[in-house]
C-alpha cells in the first residue's frame, strides 16, 4: 500500500515539475542589494525574450535574455527608475519587448478589437433574435380564418392526447 502510494506521488511530481516556472536568473547576475534585485526581477518578468518571444527574460535562457537580464540590472543599479529602465529597452528594442504592451495610438487596435469584436457580435445576434421573433410573430398573423381554425384544431387534439 506504501509502495504504491509512494509510486503515484512520484509520478505526479515527475508529470507536474516541468510545468513549475524554471527562472534562468543565474547567480552571477543577481545583485547583491535585495531591493534592487526584487525589482529587476519584476521588471524581468515584464520583458519579452526577443529570441524566444512567449516568454519573459526572466524565464529564458537564450544568450540575449542573459544580455537583457544584465543590462536591466546595470541601469538599476546606475540608479534609473523602473520606468527609464522599461523606456531605455523600448527605445532600444521597440515596443515588441514588453509583454504587456502599453496603451498608446499605435496600439489601440490591438486594445480594443476584443471589445470592438464583443460589440459587433452583440448586434449581429440582436438583429438575428429580433428578425426570427417578428419573423414567427408574421407567420401567425399571415394565416387565413381557415387556417387558423385547423391549426387550433391540431393543438387541441395534441394537448387532449
Known sequence: MFARLAALIMLIL???APATTAW???????????????????LSAELRCMVCQNQSIDDS?????HDLRVLLRERLVAGDSDEAVIDFLVARYGEFILLKPRFNP??????????LL?????????????KRRLTSAGIAADLS??????????LSRRDGA
Open 24 to 42: 534562468a536568473v543565474t547567480p552571477d547576475e543577481m545583485l547583491d542589494d535585495p531591493a534592487l534585485e526584487a525589482r529587476a526581477r519584476a
Open 106 to 115: 499605435r496600439t489601440a487596435l490591438l486594445w480594443l478589437t476584443p471589445a
Open 118 to 130: 464583443l460589440v459587433i457580435g452583440g448586434t449581429i445576434a440582436l438583429t438575428v433574435f429580433r
Open 14 to 16: 515527475m508529470a507536474v
Open 145 to 154: 380564418d381557415e387556417e387558423e381554425a385547423a391549426l387550433k384544431t391540431i
Open 61 to 65: 535562457d537564450a544568450p540575449l535574455a
